[in-house]
């Protein structure tokens, strides 16, 4: 093998097994059902704790990521999502979101403000991003306005018509909550999450969507 191929494949294996390395390197495992695999980490100050999860699905990066990024069809899959709303798009890879979630009672609904981003890393993996903002065109809270610190899905092909799906959340539910029963609450957010984008991509309904640019 000549040495311009043999740094050629090295390079590749380099890629590979960058692509395939997990977004939870330290994270603490708490949960495996059905090839889905559930993980946490305490956040430093804050009583409510980051909860992640990922998994492998027969299917193209194009048809996830259009299940994730696809309006119409959100609530089918989004767990106890009641409302979303688009308030702004300065592209439909970049957004200002409303969205509003039913709580069983005694709690009240929580509704959420925020900036979502999706893009292609260098790698060639499909990130979306989700952060809080401000916003003066929302609509009025009609519970408790909380606050999203950090939502992701992270979207990396495998290959042989595979995907690896990598989620993760912490979010801040504000009001009367306390930190144990947010933690409660959401711990169960990656599992339903990933199931039900699962569920989604096998529908007949389920298309594919161009990938977003490179950043």
């Known amino acids: 093998m000549s040495i311009s191929r043999m740094i050629s494949v090295i390079a590749a294996l380099c890629f590979v097994s960058s692509s395939w390395a997990s977004s939870f390197k330290g994270w603490k495992q708490?949960?495996?059902?059905?090839?889905?695999?559930?993980?946490?980490?305490?956040?430093?100050g804050s009583p409510v704790f980051s909860f992640g999860g990922k998994v492998i699905l027969k299917t193209s990066v194009e048809k996830v990521f259009n299940v994730l990024m696809d309006k119409r069809y959100r609530k089918e899959w989004v767990d106890r999502l009641k409302?979303?709303?688009?308030l702004s798009e300065k592209t439909p890879y970049d957004y200002i979101l409303y969205q509003e979630f039913g709580l069983p009672w005694p709690v009240s609904n929580?509704?959420?403000?925020?900036?979502?981003?999706?893009?292609?890393?260098?790698?060639?993996?499909?990130?979306?991003?989700?952060?809080?903002v401000p916003s003066?065109?929302?609509?009025?809270?009609?519970?408790?306005?909380?606050?999203?610190?950090?939502?992701?899905?992270?979207?990396t092909d495998?290959?042989?018509?595979?995907?690896?799906?990598?989620?993760?959340?912490?979010?801040?539910?504000?009001?009367?909550?306390?930190?144990?029963?947010?933690?409660?609450?959401?711990?169960?957010?990656?599992?339903?999450?990933?199931?039900?984008?699962?569920?989604?991509?096998?529908?007949?309904?389920?298309a594919s969507m161009p990938l977003p640019p490179v950043l």
């Open 30 to 44: 708490i949960k495996e059902d059905k090839g889905i695999t559930v993980f946490t980490q305490k956040m430093e």
């Open 83 to 86: 409302v979303s709303k688009v």
């Open 110 to 132: 929580r509704d959420f403000v925020y900036h979502g981003k999706a893009y292609k890393d260098q790698l060639g993996r499909v990130h979306l991003e989700m952060t809080s």
């Open 136 to 155: 003066t065109n929302s609509p009025k809270s009609k519970g408790v306005r909380a606050h999203l610190h950090k939502s992701f899905y992270i979207l």
């Open 158 to 206: 495998l290959g042989n018509g595979k995907t690896q799906v990598e989620v993760g959340i912490n979010s801040d539910p504000k009001g009367l909550i306390p930190g144990w029963l947010a933690n409660l609450i959401q711990r169960s957010w990656p599992l339903k999450t990933l199931k039900g984008i699962k569920a989604q991509v096998e529908k007949n309904h389920s």
